[in-house]
């Protein structure tokens, strides 16, 4: 199994995850939201933690 995480409903663009990301995986989608880039996101689970609205949400996913 592989965590995968998601910005569903609820971001308020505060931030934090991107500010949070080692890798550098979250970006922002103008004025709306942020996206998390699953090709360079390590599943470390700093975004999800650290987001305030919990607008993030981890999906557990079979490995390919």
């Known amino acids: 199994m592989k965590t995968v995480y998601k910005v569903e409903g609820g971001c308020v663009l505060c931030l934090m995850c991107v500010y949070q990301c080692p890798v550098k995986a ?3 989608i103008e004025d709306v939201s942020t996206v998390i880039d699953q090709d360079k996101c390590i ?3 700093k975004c ?16 390919k």
């Open 43 to 45: 599943g470390c689970g």
């Open 26 to 28: 979250i970006s922002i």
């Open 48 to 63: 999800y933690n650290g987001c305030q609205p919990e607008a993030i949400i981890k999906i557990e996913v079979e490995d």
